[in-house]
């Protein structure tokens, strides 16, 4: 099992940046995972990371916008968002695919505690 903690949400005027860290300690993991959860929205993929290569995915709605990084030194994840847009506002969550998957986005069974994200108009 994998143990994740997010960091680094908060309120930002759309057009700003937010960095969010996401720490994980355990073993077995393949990539690591953003998500996002608006009010009345299903969970969504956001970016996506390999662990060995860093090979990367992105949600259309970020690409360009956001870059997911990771540091396998410390075990973390980064996802750096700039250009905020209001539609940005969600909880995001940090997810560890611990399940083999070609997929970027499947998988993931760990999930961290989630961080807030509001992009005020």
């Known amino acids: 099992q994998v143990q994740l903690v997010e960091s680094g949400g908060g309120l930002v005027q759309a057009g700003g940046s937010l960095r969010l860290s996401c720490a994980a300690s355990g073993d077995g993991s393949y990539r690591m995972g953003w998500f996002r959860q608006a009010p009345g929205k299903e969970r969504e993929i956001v970016a996506a990371?390999?662990?060995?290569?860093?090979?990367?995915y992105y949600a259309d709605s970020v690409r360009g916008r956001f870059t997911i990084s990771r540091d396998n030194a410390k075990n973390t994840v980064y996802l750096q968002m700039n250009s905020l847009k209001p539609e940005d506002t969600a909880v995001y969550y940090c997810a560890a695919q611990t399940q083999y998957s070609v997929a970027p986005t499947t998988g993931y069974n760990d999930w961290g505690q989630g961080t807030q994200v509001t992009v005020s108009s």
């Open positions: 990371i390999k662990w060995s290569g860093g090979s990367t």
